[in-house]
């Protein structure tokens, strides 16, 4: 039996394993996916495990997105441009490879549906973590040339901007006075996390026309989202992002491109405490 994981800190609280572990049973493939939390000092064994083939694939989530690059033979694909890898596997020439599946999930997930004329949408990108070259790209790669990210700790969005240059960077204290020039919002932070933190304001002066993504999937309605239904403001939250990317993964590694039916999203929703 072929064994997957998903690495990162914390992990726990992950849907991967119910996701993957769904497709697995549904077309009969001998194979288990866990997941496994670890510390940055334990990345390079953890990948090498793929090299020796005792782990056939691995997913990576934060805060390790970009620290496991070191450790990888080859990027291909979109990890190549956002820098940015959550899909770890062996080739046929036996390098251990980094590819890049939330690009692909937010396109699938929300771009493709939600924005007409992309040319003409201002977008703000909350965040300049793990998941955030990744939205940048996805949007990007959408048409989306007018792109704005902040951070709480500035130079992180300085960072980011030395990648993709044509994105402007706000500072955190002033980002909140500009919400009105938005079409988009993409929140790629931890605020609204079960249990966590909340963002301080709830975007009152946002246009009706917004449309607001949070990458969060626990809860399925952060208070921001519930905020917003409430003035009739399109939201969605992280949950279709995780199906999608890990659909992509899942293709990656097995060859199967995998249904996303009711039954796996109904399982998915029922395993969010």
Known sequence: MKKYLIIGKPVSHSLSPILHNYWFKKYNIQSHYAFKEIEE????????????????GINVTLPYKQKVIPFLDDLVNDAKA??????????????LVG???????????????????????????????????????????????????TNRTYEKSLFLKNNFKNIQT??????????KNYDLIINATSLGLKNGEQFTSLFNSCKKTLIYIDT????????????LKKNNIKTFNGLN?????GQKSFYIWNKV???????LIELLEANIK
């Not at 939600?114 to 940048?136: C, E, T, Y």
């Not at 992002?241 to 990317?245: A, F, T």
């Not at 491109?257 to 039954?263: A, F, G, H, L, T």
Request: net charge neutral; aromatic share 8%.
């Open 41 to 56: 000092h334990q990345i390079r064994d953890c990948l090498e495990d793929v090299r020796r083939k005792f782990v056939a």
């Open 82 to 95: 956002t820098k940015s890898v959550n899909t770890i596997y062996l080739d046929k020439n036996n390098k």
């Open 99 to 149: 590819d890049n599946t939330d690009v692909y999930g937010l396109q699938a997930a929300y771009l493709k549906e939600i924005l007409n004329d992309k040319k003409k949408v201002s977008a703000l990108i909350i965040g300049a973590g793990g998941v955030s070259p990744s939205i940048i790209y996805a949007l990007i790669k959408s048409g989306v040339s007018n792109i704005h990210i």
């Open 170 to 179: 706000i500072k955190w204290e002033n980002y909140n006075d500009n919400i």
């Open 216 to 227: 969060i999937y626990n809860p399925l309605e952060t208070k921001m989202i519930g905020h």
């Open 241 to 245: 992002m995780l199906v999608y990317q």
């Open 257 to 263: 491109n995998p249904e996303i039916d009711n039954n």
